[in-house]
């Protein structure tokens, strides 16, 4: 009986539509699949590429500074000359914060220790200190509370990438030789053998001297802190890089064995400096603050100092000079072609290359700027002006597109009612379709100008690649936009200046996302449905 | 002869018959070419003035096409060539000395679709007289939309809200502001291309009694698919097929007594 069901015809026939349903639900279960992972790797790779740069970038805007009360007694400057704001402003301040620094540690005479001590602070550390005594002479000659800036290397270190730091309390009690230079250290227990023993396990050239290859030891004693050299048998020798304030004897638990554990030659700032760095870290001499300077200041070939403030003047002129011709021009073109142009081959034949133009790549708008603006017009070289007129060139077609997109989506009902009423063509467009397309134009032009704002291939054509220090003051003054920026630092060399281009990036994204933001605000704010 | 439509006030219209003896409009042989295609072929036909005259037809059958020469609304179309002769009060409108802006003053239109500006009901019926100069002064202005919103039935519904948005309205309002819009400039003629095919009867219903009152004061050409609707509104009626003016005569000759064949086999509803 069964098998007569199973055989008979109708059976089959719903068997076999049951497998094609089945089988369509699993095409459509796996196209939704597909479609799910390819999301899914989209967010994880965009994800990726946000957290790197964010973790790159997000130390550049914080910074470290050294507060300092500095007597203001300029050596070549008497009160009576302070009048002068030239004398006061060519006077020697960095001398003045070098003075402050080094007054913390006077322990410090010879040469090499000293440029070593001076070049923890920034080379544009007094930079504040002479604007406010340039503004307000009679400072001079009072005490004022500074923030002196970092170096670049002093930086990293605070930020972390200088050395971990093992700390570990002495199991027995130790005596030193002395309180100054070479000193040799002898201890009742087995603190120095048991830590030669953990580290020899790693590091299979550790030998008795203790060399810049290996984690480097110190033994922070009676208020100083003793770098050791050799660990033989039966003798401890070592520097003193922080004075002692007694020789003598230290208790069990009253001194600390400390490690470096990063090996000198394998870091910029050596053992002295983190010593210091870190003396002054325990004073509370060290602030950290968020980094105005790093809008406020232009380009400089110090990591600590370096700013985009000249980038983004740069950029503001230059997407002014591009918004400027593009966006009459590009309506108005636009408008032109939509509305009132015949249609016929030669209008044609503009749509087709509008378009053709839209896929050009921009390093080829580059070079005819470089010919034309530069070469034949004669303008001058970096200027945002010539980049502005690139970029617009580039954005052009871009606008209007987008423009007549905007302008054909008006239904023509709408032109249609406002002739119909006696309105000449013109009046009809300028009336009634120009207004209502203007949220699409609009948002062509926030992501025209967007673009514009990350371009870098075609401004480096026509020179925008210079070092500039000074903000630009006019579009005809040399210049530099943000992502040239960008591209300027991340081929430096110096360590400072990765988180530097890191931060850059994040501003460029911040502005992007903003205009971005703004187009789709416009779009669903004025979006009309007929 | 089977009749399915009854149009009783057509009947009692018997007396406008002689409105012909002045006509508003006279077309002489016009034909339209889309591109290659033939639209309209040698329409000859004499429109009378202040009645309401329909274009019935099957789909694609010329009328909307020579509604829009009346007002000369082909011109924006590039590929529409119109030759032949259509002449208002005498004047030839596609003489090329003509302004089409003033004769589109003259000859108002009300579209298939309402289509309001996204302005205000006032800015709606305020936009024709403002680019004419008809208003000197603002009160002038108001006095014009009040006047014409009136005429149009709309004034009642609207009068406290006349800063909201046209598109707000209903649809039959919509298309009332559109007619109040047409009439602010004061034109001679209003074309109307099926006016009500997008409106529920109700809506519809207002409108047909508005084009009666309108009738008054206005020569009015409507487009309508709907035959009980020519046969309801209108004095005259003129049947189109295939680009052809196949009949022409009084609502009430047209569907009682036609003298053609596809005139009648149209309004017995055996093709279209």
Partial sequence: MTKAIIGSPETRLRDAVKR??????????RFRLYGMIAIALTALFLLIVLVDILLKGLPAFTVHQFRFDVPVVLADIDPAKAKDPEVLRGADYQALVRDALRSHFPEVKDRVGRRRLDGLISSGASDTLRHQVVADPSLVGKTLSIAALVSAD????????????????????????GQEGPVTLSTSGSDFSEWAKAYRQRYAKLGEKLDAEVPSLLVALNGGLVKVNEISAGNISGEVLLPLKSAGDAQAGAWQLVTYLTPESNRRVKDREVAWLEALRAKGIVERSFNWRFFTSGDSREAELAGIRGALVGSALTLLVTLLICLPLGVAAAIYLEEFAPKNRATELIEVNINNLAAVPSIVFGLLGLAVFLNFFGLPRSAPLVGGLVLALLVLPTIIIASRAALKAVPPSIKEAA????????????????????????????IGMAHALGETAPLLMIGMVAFIVAPATSVTDAATVLPVQIYLWSDLPEIGFQAKTAAAIIVLLIFLFVMNGAAIYLRKKFERRW | ME????????????????????PKIVARNVNVHYGDKHALKDVSVDIGEKSVTAFIGPSGCGKSTFLRCINRMNDTIPSAKVTGEILIDKDDIYDPSLDVVQLRARVGMVFQKPNPFPKSIFENVAYGPRIHGLAGSKTELEEIVHRSLKRAGLWEEVKDRLGDSGTGLSGGQQQRLCIARAIAVSPEIILMDEPCSALDPIATARIEELIDELRENFTIIIVTHSMQQAARVSQRTAFFHLGVLVEEGTTETIFTNPTERRTQDYITGRFG
Avoid: C, W
């Avoid at chain 1, 002093?154 to 030789?177: C, H, M, N």
């Avoid at chain 1, 119909?420 to 948002?443: C, E, K, N, R």
């Fill in chain 1, 20 to 29: 094609r349903i089945a089988a369509r639900y699993r095409a459509e279960f």
């Fill in chain 1, 154 to 177: 002093a930086e990293l270190y605070f930020k972390g990438t200088g050395t971990a730091i093992d700390r570990k309390p002495g199991a027995s009690t130790i005596s030193v030789s």
């Fill in chain 1, 419 to 446: 002739l119909g009423v006696g309105a000449s063509h013109q009046q009809a467009v300028f009336h009634h379709v120009l207004p209502l397309a203007m949220p699409g134009i609009l948002t062509g032009t926030i």
């Fill in chain 2, 3 to 22: 009749m399915i439509v009854n149009p009783p006030q057509a009947l009692s219209r018997a007396k406008d018959v002689d409105l012909m003896q002045t």
